[in-house]
Protein backbone atom coordinates (compact mmCIF):
# COMPACT_ATOMS: atom_id res chain seq x y z
CA UNK A 1 0.00 0.00 0.00
CA UNK A 2 1.34 3.33 -1.02
CA UNK A 3 2.23 5.86 1.86
CA UNK A 4 0.03 8.45 1.27
CA UNK A 5 -2.63 6.25 0.85
CA UNK A 6 -1.96 4.66 4.82
CA UNK A 7 -1.14 8.32 5.40
CA UNK A 8 -4.82 9.14 4.12
CA UNK A 9 -6.32 6.43 6.13
CA UNK A 10 -4.58 7.32 9.35
CA UNK A 11 -6.13 10.87 8.98
CA UNK A 12 -10.17 9.41 9.05
CA UNK A 13 -11.48 10.00 12.79
CA UNK A 14 -13.00 7.43 14.72
CA UNK A 15 -16.67 7.00 15.49
CA UNK A 16 -16.54 8.90 18.87
CA UNK A 17 -14.47 11.65 17.93
CA UNK A 18 -16.85 12.27 14.78
CA UNK A 19 -20.00 12.25 17.14
CA UNK A 20 -17.46 14.80 19.38
CA UNK A 21 -17.40 17.22 16.66
CA UNK A 22 -20.82 17.18 15.62
CA UNK A 23 -21.83 18.74 18.91
CA UNK A 24 -20.96 22.66 17.64
CA UNK A 25 -22.68 21.33 14.67
CA UNK A 26 -26.41 22.87 15.41
CA UNK A 27 -28.49 20.86 12.96
CA UNK A 28 -27.27 17.47 13.86
CA UNK A 29 -28.44 18.57 17.55
CA UNK A 30 -31.49 16.63 17.33
CA UNK A 31 -29.99 13.44 16.88
CA UNK A 32 -27.21 13.91 19.69
CA UNK A 33 -30.14 15.24 22.47
CA UNK A 34 -32.25 12.56 21.87
CA UNK A 35 -32.03 9.10 23.07
CA UNK A 36 -33.62 7.20 20.35
CA UNK A 37 -31.79 8.89 17.74
CA UNK A 38 -28.61 8.98 18.95
CA UNK A 39 -28.07 5.30 17.57
CA UNK A 40 -29.46 5.90 14.66
CA UNK A 41 -26.71 9.17 14.35
CA UNK A 42 -23.79 6.55 15.40
CA UNK A 43 -24.83 4.00 12.48
CA UNK A 44 -24.95 7.18 10.26
CA UNK A 45 -21.48 8.01 10.92
CA UNK A 46 -20.05 4.04 10.70
CA UNK A 47 -21.49 4.01 7.28
CA UNK A 48 -19.84 7.75 6.36
CA UNK A 49 -16.46 6.03 8.00
CA UNK A 50 -16.81 2.86 5.44
CA UNK A 51 -17.42 4.87 2.67
CA UNK A 52 -14.29 7.45 3.07
CA UNK A 53 -11.93 4.07 3.58
CA UNK A 54 -13.59 2.96 0.48
CA UNK A 55 -12.82 6.02 -1.64
CA UNK A 56 -9.17 6.05 -0.14
CA UNK A 57 -8.58 2.84 -1.15
CA UNK A 58 -10.48 3.67 -4.81
CA UNK A 59 -8.44 7.01 -4.88
CA UNK A 60 -4.95 5.47 -3.85
CA UNK A 61 -3.50 6.77 -7.16
CA UNK A 62 -4.82 10.40 -6.65
CA UNK A 63 -2.06 12.89 -7.08
CA UNK A 64 -3.75 15.24 -5.07
CA UNK A 65 -2.21 16.06 -1.77
CA UNK A 66 -2.35 15.24 2.02
CA UNK A 67 -2.91 18.53 2.81
CA UNK A 68 -6.12 18.64 -0.07
CA UNK A 69 -7.53 15.61 1.61
CA UNK A 70 -7.33 16.59 4.72
CA UNK A 71 -9.16 19.97 4.28
CA UNK A 72 -11.71 18.02 2.44
CA UNK A 73 -12.22 15.64 4.79
CA UNK A 74 -14.68 17.02 7.52
CA UNK A 75 -17.20 19.20 4.84
CA UNK A 76 -17.26 15.66 3.09
CA UNK A 77 -18.00 14.04 6.57
CA UNK A 78 -21.00 16.35 6.95
CA UNK A 79 -22.51 16.47 4.00
CA UNK A 80 -22.33 12.43 3.39
CA UNK A 81 -23.51 12.14 7.25
CA UNK A 82 -26.39 14.55 5.99
CA UNK A 83 -27.19 12.27 3.33
CA UNK A 84 -27.46 9.48 5.04
CA UNK A 85 -29.49 10.54 7.52
CA UNK A 86 -32.14 11.98 4.75
CA UNK A 87 -31.87 8.25 3.10
CA UNK A 88 -32.75 6.84 6.50
CA UNK A 89 -35.58 9.13 7.46
CA UNK A 90 -39.36 8.31 6.82
CA UNK A 91 -40.89 8.98 3.45
CA UNK A 92 -43.01 11.87 4.16
CA UNK A 93 -40.93 14.94 5.55
CA UNK A 94 -40.87 18.28 6.29
CA UNK A 95 -40.64 20.32 3.62
CA UNK A 96 -40.48 24.45 3.63
CA UNK A 97 -42.85 25.71 1.19
CA UNK A 98 -40.66 28.87 0.05
CA UNK A 99 -42.64 29.30 -3.29
CA UNK A 100 -44.83 31.67 -1.98
CA UNK A 101 -47.92 29.46 -3.29
CA UNK A 102 -50.24 29.31 -0.27
CA UNK A 103 -52.52 26.05 -1.14
CA UNK A 104 -49.36 23.74 -2.39
CA UNK A 105 -51.23 21.05 -3.78
CA UNK A 106 -47.57 19.05 -3.68
CA UNK A 107 -46.96 20.25 -0.09
CA UNK A 108 -50.33 19.06 1.37
CA UNK A 109 -51.97 22.23 0.30
CA UNK A 110 -54.18 24.20 3.97
CA UNK A 111 -52.04 23.93 6.87
CA UNK A 112 -54.09 23.36 10.15
CA UNK A 113 -53.84 25.87 12.87
CA UNK A 114 -51.52 24.95 15.71
CA UNK A 115 -55.09 24.53 18.24
CA UNK A 116 -56.36 22.42 15.80
CA UNK A 117 -53.28 19.92 15.36
CA UNK A 118 -52.96 19.93 19.07
CA UNK A 119 -56.86 18.86 19.01
CA UNK A 120 -55.90 16.12 16.83
CA UNK A 121 -52.64 14.76 18.07
CA UNK A 122 -55.46 14.18 21.64
CA UNK A 123 -57.69 12.46 19.55
CA UNK A 124 -55.02 10.27 17.81
CA UNK A 125 -53.32 9.16 21.02
CA UNK A 126 -56.82 8.93 23.36
CA UNK A 127 -59.89 6.95 22.70
CA UNK A 128 -63.00 9.36 21.52
CA UNK A 129 -66.74 9.28 21.19
CA UNK A 130 -66.18 8.92 17.43
CA UNK A 131 -69.40 6.98 17.03
CA UNK A 132 -70.66 6.68 20.67
CA UNK A 133 -73.89 8.43 22.30
CA UNK A 134 -72.83 9.40 25.60
CA UNK A 135 -75.88 10.17 26.78
CA UNK A 136 -77.55 6.71 25.79
CA UNK A 137 -74.04 4.14 25.58
CA UNK A 138 -75.42 3.12 22.39
CA UNK A 139 -73.76 3.31 19.06
CA UNK A 140 -74.23 7.06 17.67
CA UNK A 141 -72.65 8.37 14.22
CA UNK A 142 -69.65 10.40 13.69
CA UNK A 143 -71.26 12.90 11.28
CA UNK A 144 -72.87 14.66 14.59
CA UNK A 145 -69.50 16.13 15.76
CA UNK A 146 -69.61 18.57 12.67
CA UNK A 147 -72.94 18.09 11.22
CA UNK A 148 -74.57 20.81 13.78
CA UNK A 149 -71.39 23.07 13.21
CA UNK A 150 -71.60 23.14 9.35
CA UNK A 151 -75.53 23.79 9.03
CA UNK A 152 -74.90 26.75 11.42
CA UNK A 153 -72.21 28.29 9.52
CA UNK A 154 -73.42 27.46 6.27
CA UNK A 155 -77.37 27.88 6.95
CA UNK A 156 -78.32 24.35 5.15
CA UNK A 157 -80.31 21.81 6.78
CA UNK A 158 -78.15 19.25 6.87
CA UNK A 159 -74.91 18.22 6.46
CA UNK A 160 -71.92 15.27 5.85
CA UNK A 161 -68.47 14.60 5.39
CA UNK A 162 -66.53 11.96 2.82
CA UNK A 163 -62.79 11.83 2.14
CA UNK A 164 -62.63 14.31 -0.55
CA UNK A 165 -64.85 16.52 -3.16
CA UNK A 166 -64.46 14.13 -5.92
CA UNK A 167 -65.72 11.54 -3.81
CA UNK A 168 -68.82 14.04 -3.16
CA UNK A 169 -69.43 14.28 -6.32
CA UNK A 170 -68.97 10.33 -7.22
CA UNK A 171 -71.50 9.46 -4.37
CA UNK A 172 -74.01 12.10 -5.50
CA UNK A 173 -74.07 10.74 -9.08
CA UNK A 174 -74.03 7.08 -7.34
CA UNK A 175 -77.46 7.70 -4.87
CA UNK A 176 -79.52 10.04 -7.61
CA UNK A 177 -78.74 9.44 -11.13
CA UNK A 178 -77.52 6.18 -11.48
CA UNK A 179 -78.29 4.86 -14.93
CA UNK A 180 -79.99 8.31 -15.73
CA UNK A 181 -79.00 11.36 -17.29
CA UNK A 182 -77.42 14.59 -15.81
CA UNK A 183 -76.95 18.12 -17.76
CA UNK A 184 -73.95 20.20 -17.39
CA UNK A 185 -72.74 23.69 -19.20
CA UNK A 186 -69.63 22.43 -21.74
CA UNK A 187 -67.92 25.55 -20.11
CA UNK A 188 -67.73 23.90 -16.78
CA UNK A 189 -66.60 20.41 -17.69
CA UNK A 190 -63.51 20.76 -15.38
CA UNK A 191 -60.23 18.78 -14.64
CA UNK A 192 -59.51 19.03 -11.01
CA UNK A 193 -56.41 17.52 -9.44
CA UNK A 194 -54.21 14.27 -11.04
CA UNK A 195 -56.28 14.49 -14.34
CA UNK A 196 -59.78 13.24 -12.92
CA UNK A 197 -62.32 15.45 -15.05
CA UNK A 198 -65.80 16.13 -14.26
CA UNK A 199 -67.74 13.73 -17.09
CA UNK A 200 -65.14 10.68 -15.67
CA UNK A 201 -66.33 11.39 -12.45
CA UNK A 202 -70.15 11.34 -13.34
CA UNK A 203 -69.30 8.42 -15.55
CA UNK A 204 -67.87 6.24 -12.48
CA UNK A 205 -70.50 7.60 -10.30
CA UNK A 206 -73.46 5.53 -13.01
CA UNK A 207 -74.30 8.75 -14.71
CA UNK A 208 -74.79 9.95 -18.51
CA UNK A 209 -73.84 13.16 -18.99
CA UNK A 210 -75.42 15.48 -21.44
CA UNK A 211 -73.03 18.42 -22.04
CA UNK A 212 -75.37 21.80 -23.14
CA UNK A 213 -74.32 25.26 -24.29
CA UNK A 214 -70.75 26.10 -25.35
CA UNK A 215 -67.31 26.44 -23.80
CA UNK A 216 -67.93 30.20 -23.24
CA UNK A 217 -72.08 30.83 -23.26
CA UNK A 218 -74.57 28.78 -21.76
CA UNK A 219 -78.17 29.67 -21.71
CA UNK A 220 -80.85 29.00 -19.39
CA UNK A 221 -82.49 27.58 -22.78
CA UNK A 222 -79.89 24.91 -23.16
CA UNK A 223 -80.73 23.40 -20.06
CA UNK A 224 -84.43 23.44 -20.74
CA UNK A 225 -84.10 21.98 -24.33
CA UNK A 226 -82.55 19.13 -23.62
CA UNK A 227 -84.63 17.93 -20.00
CA UNK A 228 -86.43 14.59 -20.79
CA UNK A 229 -87.78 11.71 -19.16
CA UNK A 230 -84.25 10.51 -18.44
CA UNK A 231 -82.65 13.24 -16.81
CA UNK A 232 -82.40 12.31 -13.05
CA UNK A 233 -80.82 15.98 -12.11
CA UNK A 234 -79.17 19.44 -12.95
CA UNK A 235 -75.49 20.08 -11.81
CA UNK A 236 -73.57 23.18 -11.97
CA UNK A 237 -69.78 22.98 -11.39
CA UNK A 238 -68.12 26.44 -10.32
CA UNK A 239 -64.80 26.65 -12.31
CA UNK A 240 -62.89 27.63 -9.58
CA UNK A 241 -59.50 26.32 -11.19
CA UNK A 242 -59.72 28.24 -14.10
CA UNK A 243 -61.76 31.67 -15.52
CA UNK A 244 -63.00 32.02 -18.87
CA UNK A 245 -62.83 35.89 -19.63
CA UNK A 246 -64.82 38.37 -22.14
CA UNK A 247 -67.66 36.79 -24.42
CA UNK A 248 -69.41 35.01 -21.85
CA UNK A 249 -72.69 33.65 -20.15
CA UNK A 250 -73.16 31.15 -17.58
CA UNK A 251 -76.47 29.99 -15.89
CA UNK A 252 -76.81 30.85 -11.88
CA UNK A 253 -77.91 28.36 -9.67
CA UNK A 254 -80.97 30.48 -8.63
CA UNK A 255 -81.57 30.55 -11.97
CA UNK A 256 -81.14 26.48 -12.36
CA UNK A 257 -83.04 25.92 -9.25
CA UNK A 258 -86.27 27.52 -10.45
CA UNK A 259 -85.92 25.34 -13.68
CA UNK A 260 -85.91 22.43 -11.44
CA UNK A 261 -88.63 23.16 -9.59
CA UNK A 262 -90.41 23.45 -12.99
CA UNK A 263 -89.99 20.56 -14.77
CA UNK A 264 -89.28 18.42 -10.66
CA UNK A 265 -85.68 18.18 -10.58
CA UNK A 266 -83.14 18.51 -8.18
CA UNK A 267 -80.47 20.74 -8.52
CA UNK A 268 -76.76 20.23 -7.35
CA UNK A 269 -73.51 22.08 -7.38
CA UNK A 270 -69.54 21.07 -6.99
CA UNK A 271 -68.95 24.43 -5.88
CA UNK A 272 -64.93 23.50 -5.49
CA UNK A 273 -62.60 25.02 -3.55
CA UNK A 274 -65.39 26.57 -1.47
CA UNK A 275 -65.01 29.23 1.08
CA UNK A 276 -67.03 31.15 4.28
CA UNK A 277 -65.19 34.06 3.78
CA UNK A 278 -65.54 36.58 1.47
CA UNK A 279 -62.52 37.59 -0.02
CA UNK A 280 -63.50 40.59 -1.55
CA UNK A 281 -62.68 42.55 1.35
CA UNK A 282 -58.38 41.39 0.42
CA UNK A 283 -58.82 42.71 -3.09
CA UNK A 284 -59.72 39.34 -4.61
CA UNK A 285 -62.48 38.62 -7.11
CA UNK A 286 -65.80 38.35 -6.15
CA UNK A 287 -66.47 34.23 -5.52
CA UNK A 288 -69.89 33.06 -4.32
CA UNK A 289 -69.45 31.87 -0.64
CA UNK A 290 -70.90 28.73 0.48
CA UNK A 291 -73.56 30.09 2.64
CA UNK A 292 -74.77 32.39 -0.72
CA UNK A 293 -74.79 29.18 -2.66
CA UNK A 294 -77.23 26.77 -0.17
CA UNK A 295 -79.15 30.07 0.02
CA UNK A 296 -80.33 29.94 -3.51
CA UNK A 297 -82.06 26.65 -2.59
CA UNK A 298 -79.93 23.73 -4.20
CA UNK A 299 -80.69 20.66 -2.73
CA UNK A 300 -77.12 19.89 -2.42
CA UNK A 301 -74.11 21.49 -2.28
CA UNK A 302 -70.12 19.99 -2.36
CA UNK A 303 -66.76 21.58 -1.83
CA UNK A 304 -63.46 20.85 -0.32
CA UNK A 305 -61.95 21.10 3.30
CA UNK A 306 -58.36 21.65 2.17
CA UNK A 307 -58.48 24.43 0.03
CA UNK A 308 -59.96 27.96 1.02
CA UNK A 309 -61.37 26.57 4.00
CA UNK A 310 -57.88 25.69 5.46
CA UNK A 311 -58.57 21.83 6.88
CA UNK A 312 -57.99 19.10 6.28
CA UNK A 313 -58.80 17.20 2.61
CA UNK A 314 -62.03 16.42 2.85
CA UNK A 315 -65.46 16.37 0.46
CA UNK A 316 -68.06 18.31 2.37
CA UNK A 317 -71.99 18.04 1.42
CA UNK A 318 -74.24 20.46 2.71
CA UNK A 319 -78.25 20.72 1.91
CA UNK A 320 -80.98 19.71 2.08
CA UNK A 321 -82.31 16.88 5.31
CA UNK A 322 -84.13 14.34 2.69
CA UNK A 323 -80.71 14.79 0.42
CA UNK A 324 -78.34 14.05 3.14
CA UNK A 325 -80.52 11.14 4.32
CA UNK A 326 -80.30 9.03 1.22
CA UNK A 327 -76.28 9.96 0.76
CA UNK A 328 -75.96 8.26 4.00
CA UNK A 329 -77.76 5.24 2.87
CA UNK A 330 -75.88 4.44 0.19
CA UNK A 331 -73.64 1.39 0.85
CA UNK A 332 -70.85 3.62 -0.86
CA UNK A 333 -70.67 5.89 2.26
CA UNK A 334 -68.70 3.77 3.99
CA UNK A 335 -66.36 2.96 1.74
CA UNK A 336 -65.83 7.04 1.56
CA UNK A 337 -66.43 8.03 4.97
CA UNK A 338 -63.25 10.23 7.07
CA UNK A 339 -61.84 8.78 9.60
CA UNK A 340 -61.62 10.31 13.34
CA UNK A 341 -58.13 12.55 12.82
CA UNK A 342 -59.72 14.07 9.66
CA UNK A 343 -63.02 14.64 11.77
CA UNK A 344 -61.13 15.87 14.52
CA UNK A 345 -59.07 17.96 12.47
CA UNK A 346 -62.22 19.62 10.70
CA UNK A 347 -64.53 20.18 13.69
CA UNK A 348 -61.12 22.22 15.17
CA UNK A 349 -61.30 24.23 11.93
CA UNK A 350 -65.01 24.38 12.14
CA UNK A 351 -64.83 26.32 15.50
CA UNK A 352 -62.54 28.52 14.75
CA UNK A 353 -64.80 30.08 12.26
CA UNK A 354 -67.63 29.94 14.78
CA UNK A 355 -66.04 31.63 17.22
CA UNK A 356 -64.59 34.29 14.63
CA UNK A 357 -60.99 33.07 14.49
CA UNK A 358 -60.78 33.29 11.14
CA UNK A 359 -56.84 35.00 12.10
CA UNK A 360 -55.94 31.91 13.54
CA UNK A 361 -56.60 29.72 10.13
CA UNK A 362 -52.70 29.86 8.21
CA UNK A 363 -54.25 30.14 4.82
CA UNK A 364 -56.22 33.01 6.04
CA UNK A 365 -53.09 34.81 7.90
CA UNK A 366 -50.86 33.58 4.59
CA UNK A 367 -53.29 35.43 2.05
CA UNK A 368 -54.06 38.77 3.54
CA UNK A 369 -50.24 38.85 5.33
CA UNK A 370 -49.68 42.78 5.02
CA UNK A 371 -47.18 44.09 2.55
CA UNK A 372 -44.91 45.86 4.62
CA UNK A 373 -44.88 42.91 6.48
CA UNK A 374 -43.34 41.26 4.53
CA UNK A 375 -41.22 43.59 2.98
CA UNK A 376 -39.79 43.64 6.79
CA UNK A 377 -39.30 39.59 6.80
CA UNK A 378 -37.44 39.51 3.23
CA UNK A 379 -35.46 42.14 4.32
CA UNK A 380 -33.97 40.70 7.54
CA UNK A 381 -33.21 37.59 5.58
CA UNK A 382 -31.55 39.22 3.03
CA UNK A 383 -29.53 41.21 5.83
CA UNK A 384 -28.95 38.04 7.31
CA UNK A 385 -27.60 36.51 4.09
CA UNK A 386 -24.88 38.72 2.73
CA UNK A 387 -22.21 37.95 4.96
CA UNK A 388 -22.31 34.84 2.99
CA UNK A 389 -19.92 35.39 0.63
CA UNK A 390 -20.81 32.07 -1.77
CA UNK A 391 -24.01 33.80 -2.85
CA UNK A 392 -25.23 37.15 -3.79
CA UNK A 393 -28.54 38.01 -2.34
CA UNK A 394 -30.57 41.07 -2.91
CA UNK A 395 -34.32 42.13 -2.16
CA UNK A 396 -37.00 41.77 -5.04
CA UNK A 397 -40.84 42.67 -5.72
CA UNK A 398 -42.62 39.59 -6.65
CA UNK A 399 -46.04 38.29 -6.67
CA UNK A 400 -47.18 35.20 -4.76
CA UNK A 401 -50.14 32.61 -5.94
CA UNK A 402 -53.05 31.53 -4.02
CA UNK A 403 -52.55 28.05 -4.87
CA UNK A 404 -54.92 25.00 -4.71
CA UNK A 405 -57.40 25.45 -7.95
CA UNK A 406 -58.76 28.69 -6.06
CA UNK A 407 -58.68 32.38 -7.36
CA UNK A 408 -56.38 30.93 -10.39
CA UNK A 409 -55.89 34.66 -12.19
CA UNK A 410 -55.29 36.31 -8.92
CA UNK A 411 -51.39 37.68 -7.79
CA UNK A 412 -50.79 38.80 -4.33
CA UNK A 413 -48.01 41.29 -4.45
CA UNK A 414 -45.00 40.29 -1.92
CA UNK A 415 -41.49 40.42 -1.14
CA UNK A 416 -38.61 37.81 -1.59
CA UNK A 417 -34.84 37.38 -0.66
CA UNK A 418 -33.22 36.95 -4.33
CA UNK A 419 -30.61 34.55 -4.60
CA UNK A 420 -27.74 34.16 -7.29
CA UNK A 421 -24.75 31.73 -6.66
CA UNK A 422 -20.79 33.41 -6.95
CA UNK A 423 -19.62 29.94 -8.36
CA UNK A 424 -22.42 27.28 -10.08
CA UNK A 425 -25.44 27.51 -11.61
CA UNK A 426 -29.31 28.53 -9.95
CA UNK A 427 -30.28 25.22 -11.14
CA UNK A 428 -27.60 23.78 -8.91
CA UNK A 429 -28.42 25.95 -6.23
CA UNK A 430 -32.33 25.51 -6.42
CA UNK A 431 -31.30 22.27 -6.16
CA UNK A 432 -28.79 22.03 -3.30
CA UNK A 433 -31.75 23.84 -1.09
CA UNK A 434 -34.09 21.23 -2.36
CA UNK A 435 -32.28 18.05 -1.26
CA UNK A 436 -30.93 18.98 2.06
CA UNK A 437 -31.57 17.16 5.38
CA UNK A 438 -34.69 19.28 5.32
CA UNK A 439 -36.39 20.25 2.00
CA UNK A 440 -36.56 23.67 0.76
CA UNK A 441 -38.21 24.52 -2.36
CA UNK A 442 -37.81 27.37 -3.78
CA UNK A 443 -38.64 28.90 -7.53
CA UNK A 444 -36.71 29.96 -10.44
CA UNK A 445 -37.13 33.52 -11.98
CA UNK A 446 -35.34 35.30 -14.09
CA UNK A 447 -31.83 33.67 -13.08
CA UNK A 448 -32.34 33.97 -9.58
CA UNK A 449 -33.11 31.76 -6.62
CA UNK A 450 -36.64 33.35 -5.01
CA UNK A 451 -37.71 32.69 -1.38
CA UNK A 452 -40.80 33.87 -0.82
CA UNK A 453 -41.68 34.95 3.18
CA UNK A 454 -45.14 34.66 2.38
CA UNK A 455 -44.95 31.35 2.98
CA UNK A 456 -42.02 31.04 5.85
CA UNK A 457 -43.00 29.50 8.84
CA UNK A 458 -41.80 29.76 12.42
CA UNK A 459 -38.19 28.30 12.43
CA UNK A 460 -37.84 28.33 8.37
CA UNK A 461 -35.69 31.05 7.99
CA UNK A 462 -33.04 30.17 10.54
CA UNK A 463 -32.86 26.70 8.67
CA UNK A 464 -32.37 28.54 4.67
CA UNK A 465 -29.66 30.55 6.30
CA UNK A 466 -27.76 27.43 7.91
CA UNK A 467 -28.37 25.64 4.58
CA UNK A 468 -27.03 28.12 2.63
CA UNK A 469 -23.83 28.60 4.24
CA UNK A 470 -23.19 24.90 3.40
CA UNK A 471 -23.18 25.90 -0.21
CA UNK A 472 -19.81 25.45 -2.05
CA UNK A 473 -18.26 23.80 0.88
CA UNK A 474 -15.98 21.33 -0.84
CA UNK A 475 -15.73 17.90 -1.03
CA UNK A 476 -13.40 14.83 -2.21
Known sequence: MEQETKKQLRALPAVHEVISRLEHET????????????????????QVLQRARENVYKNSTNSGSFDEFEASLWPWILNELRKELTSAESSLRRVINATGVVLHTNCGRALLAPEVARFVAEQAERYSNLELNIETGSRGSRYVHVEE??????????????????????????????????????????????????????????????????????????????????????????????????????????????LGEKHGLAVMEDLGSGSFFDGASLGFPIEPTIKQTVKAGLALVTFSGDKLLGGPQAGIIVGKKGYIERLRANQLTRALRIDKLTLAALEGTLRLYENGGIDEIPVWRMLSAPLDTLHKAASELVTELQSNSRIAVELKEDVSQVGGGAWPTVELPTWVCAIRPIQGSVLELEAFLRLGTVAILARIHKDWVLVDVRTLLGGDREEIVRRLGQWGESVS
Open 27 to 46: EFSPFLTNERQLPRLTQGVR
Open 149 to 258: ILCRLTGAEAAMVVNNNAAAVLLMMNTFAQGKEVIVSRGELVEVGGSFRIPEVLKAGGAKLVEVGSTNKTWLRDYESVIGPETALLLKVHTSNYRVEGFTHAVSGAELVE
